[in-house]
């Protein structure tokens, strides 16, 4: 139904910086928020940023607050994760993915971006 794309990803030195973008193929009407989660290999999916799409209520996961910052541009069904002062340990496939109601588990996933940081 709800097609995502990431882009952005890219290999880049420690605290340097780099924006993500999201963008549906689709009308994102019906969607109740659109997330950011990453998975390192070896490790589980996890949860990074998440953004409201009506009215663009935030939530970080402890690990970047204050570095990343999720944002969106309603009109063009995109959604960016702005990332600062990044470390070896960010470094991960990075997916967004939408939440069709605040009840809900996120249904409609993208297919990844890498982003590497060097030491």
């Known amino acids: 139904q709800v097609q995502l794309v990431e882009s952005g990803g890219r290999l880049v030195q420690a605290g340097g910086s780099l924006r993500l973008s999201c963008v549906a193929s689709a009308r994102t009407l019906g969607v109740y928020a659109v997330g950011w989660f990453r998975q390192a290999p070896g490790n589980e999916r996890e949860f990074v940023a998440r953004?409201?799409?009506?009215?663009?209520?935030?939530y970080y996961a402890d690990s970047v607050k204050g570095r990343f910052t999720i944002s969106r541009d309603n009109a063009n069904n995109t959604v960016y994760l702005h990332m600062n002062s990044l470390k070896p340990e960010d470094t991960a496939v990075y997916y967004c993915?939408?939440?069709?109601?605040?009840?809900?588990?996120?249904?409609?996933w993208g297919q990844g971006t890498q982003v590497t940081v060097s030491s």
């Open positions: 953004i409201r799409w009506i009215g663009g209520n935030t």
């Open positions: 993915a939408a939440l069709p109601s605040a009840v809900s588990a996120y249904q409609y």
